[in-house]
């Protein structure tokens, strides 16, 4: 907040050197440049261009009928042109140094405006960075929730299979293409079947594994899997409809998408307890 009061103040140093700051608007700048030393500075270098870009350039006296034309237009009555020009030469340079300082007020009050523009730009863009970070964040946070819920779900499949009173457990042992591969499954048809194995072999490309319920009729597919590079997989499915009651589980390595019956290897299977 302090940075924020900096930059506000500041940018009013132009106005300042104007003049054109009153009243509390005043009274809290000066307060603040007996405090600040870069605003002091600015404030400094600011008087310095209103004082001196009147004289940056030749002084040069306006032809005399233009204060005729002028008062003309005004409907003032006009003087003579010899009044103009018998002017002193120092109230001649007030008055042609008025214009100049016009220009000034009008240099310095643009600059004063573009470095507030700058300033604000700053500030908006700092905003805008800041917005996105708060963006980010909550895309991230809402992943998270979202990974919590699937695993709080996941683990709610688990518990239901697991606690059912129609349950089944199936112990899988590694076929010769897997030898140290081993599995189990838990099915119950009310809550479906949960799956576990450990070291299945790498999965060569455009090939899955494909899990089944062995019954009295043909194989019927539960689901596919996928082990991680360790060769672990836990996955968790629903019984097809019309799915007799399984007598084993078996995993066989099928092409990729799967296939409506066993066609590859036997990698894993088992019996039911």
């Not at 099915?187 to 899990?211: D, I």
Request: proline letters at 9%; glycine letters at 8%; hydrophobic letters at 45%.
């Amino acid at each position: 907040m302090a940075d924020l009061d900096h930059d506000r103040l500041r940018d009013a140093a132009g106005l300042y050197a104007l003049g054109a700051l009153a009243g509390d608007e005043r009274d809290a700048f000066e307060a603040h440049l007996a405090t600040c030393a870069e605003c002091a500075a600015e404030v400094r270098a600011l008087q310095g261009v209103v004082t001196a870009l009147p004289y940056a350039v030749p002084q040069v006296d306006p032809p005399p009928a233009l204060r005729s034309r002028v008062l003309a237009a005004v409907g003032a009555p006009a003087a003579s042109s010899r009044s103009m020009t018998q002017m002193p030469a120092r109230a001649r340079a007030r008055f042609v140094s008025a214009g100049w300082l016009s220009a000034a007020a009008a240099l310095v009050v643009a600059v004063a405006l573009g470095a507030y523009a700058v300033s604000l730009r700053q500030r908006v863009g700092g905003l805008e960075g800041q917005l996105r970070e708060a963006v980010n964040r909550l895309d991230l946070t809402e992943q998270r929730l979202a990974e919590a819920t699937r695993a709080a779900e996941r683990a709610q499949l688990r518990m239901a299979v697991l606690t059912s009173p129609d349950l089944k457990q199936v112990n899988l042992k590694g076929q010769p293409p897997a030898p140290r591969a081993a599995g189990r499954a838990f099915w119950s048809r009310s809550n479906g079947l949960l799956f576990a194995a450990n070291a299945l072999p790498p999965l060569p490309a455009g090939r899955t594994y494909q899990l089944w319920f062995l019954t009295p009729g043909a194989p019927v597919s539960a689901g596919l899997i996928k082990p991680d590079q360790n060769g672990r997989i836990t996955a968790a499915f629903d019984t097809p409809p019309g799915t007799p009651d399984p007598t084993g589980v078996a995993v066989s390595i099928e092409p990729e998408g799967g296939v409506p019956a066993p066609t590859g290897a036997i990698y894993l299977a088992g019996m039911t307890q």
